[in-house]
Nanobody
């Protein structure tokens, strides 16, 4: 059974930081690219950051310079360090395989940036 379990979300003030983690089980991991997506209420899910199996990252323009994606292939985890958070970063964050042909998604973790 494939599972992706996100954690680390919460409420943070503008300018603050959070670190999200995603633990993967039941699926190969080390040879697959991974990604973080987010979805705000009433909006489409958007790709925030991705990382190749070898660790090369890529970021959307809205988070570049503020977020850092990383992975630990031994632990089958992918993380997202989020700094200088803005209210517009408020969303539910999901990790996923990239590509994700079988449409595997976790439950997501809520990030709320507000004062």
């Amino acid at each position: 059974q494939v599972q992706l379990v996100e954690s680390g979300g919460g409420l943070v003030q503008p300018g603050g930081s959070l670190r999200l983690s995603c633990a993967v089980s039941g699926h190969i991991f080390s040879s697959i690219a991974m990604a973080w997506y987010r979805q705000a209420p009433g909006k489409q899910r958007e790709l925030v950051a991705s990382i190749t199996w070898s660790g090369s990252p890529n970021y959307s323009g809205s988070v570049k310079g503020r977020f850092t994606i990383s992975r630990d292939n031994a632990k089958k985890t992918v993380s997202l360090q989020m700094n200088s958070l803005k209210p517009e970063d408020t969303s539910v964050y999901y990790c996923a395989f990239l590509p994700n042909p079988n449409n595997y998604w976790g439950q997501g973790t809520q990030v709320t940036v507000a004062s």
